[in-house]
């Protein structure tokens, strides 16, 4: 059987079911290398301003490693973050008949990236975007330094048109492309949790027929959750509620705005087993970020499984593959409070619109999801006579 090796800095909730399904449907052997160090399983998130550990199993059904990382400082947010002594060598004893890279901006990921090009097919899984260039000297040079880069990369699997035009911009032609989309599991989102919902309402004393738009993600400066507040309230709408389902460095800022009224609420970050029920209680989900690095929006798949109605600002990555005008929802202009306030004003003034607008996001993300992300994967592996490795 053909071997893959992939490597990547920690367990995500998003990455974990596909390397799970990968290895039930046993096209191929793969085995996970993580890069940050078991430290990992139970992390501070710098976002949410707490140790976040996930009320999924992460690391059941497929074959993984620790790898040691000797960084000083270690974690995702830096460049020297991931120092893994010993990575290379954990990959050869593996034998693989190529390696899939999550990320390329550590220093073990980025050499392990360039000691296996020409020994091995170097595949590639990002979701960065153009979305937020700006045309100074620093992206000119940015730029430059990416195309070095991906001169590395045999091929990326690209999740959605903004992250296909990113590789593009930095020399991977179509050729060298597969698509392999962002998702979430579906199956559980779509899950009917009714009940819960209801009571969530009922708990925060939202009338059944008021409408209740949801925020769920890091209070944090790029998400832009102030200016969801601020427009919010200037609708001046007694039958809208919004919702904040999070925490982060905004969090004092957000509950103490001075205007803020009964109909705005709050509660504490919610792990993943518990958001289906949140996402069903409310009508429409909102993702205001203005960025920088919002490069896709996954919790948008997730309201969307949930039949739900999505507004979104153009700096959200997913917008342009998930997000289509009076179907299913909304882009308004980032950081725009007027254009927000209009397309928030068109959206709540019916919840039969958003209930239609919810039932066709379902239809939409119906076909983004795991099992073409495996299928892509499989379908680039080497053939197994062209194999480098003898077993």
Known sequence: MKRLAIITTHPIQYYAPIFKLLHQRKQINIKVFYTWGQAAANKYDPGFGKNISWDLPLLDGYSYQWLNNTSSD??????????????????????????????????????????FKNKLP????????LLDVQNNL?????????????????????VGTNNKAYFKKHGLNDSRLTFAPHAIDNERFSADYNIEADKLRCNLSIPTEAILILFAGKLEEKKAPLLLLKTVLSLKNPNLHLLFVGNGALEKQLKEFPAAKDNIHFTDFKNQLEMPAIYQACDLFCLPSKGPGESWGLAVNEAMAC??????????GCAADLVIENYNGSIFKSDDESDLLKHLAFLTKSKTLLKKYGENSAKIIKEWNFLKIAEAIENKIPNEKNRPYKT
């Open 74 to 115: 270690p974690g995702s947010h830096h460049f020297k973050g991931i120092v893994n002594p010993d990575l290379i060598q954990q990959v050869n004893l593996f034998k693989p008949d190529a390696i899939l890279i999550f990320g390329w901006a550590y220093h073990s990921h980025l050499k392990t990236i360039r000691y």
């Open 122 to 129: 170097v595949y590639f899984r990002g979701d960065s975007t």
């Open 138 to 158: 620093k992206s000119t040079l940015k730029a430059l330094f990416l195309k070095w880069v991906y001169q590395h990369i045999d091929h990326a699997f690209y």
């Open 307 to 316: 039949k739900k109605a999505i507004l979104v600002s153009d700096k959200v």
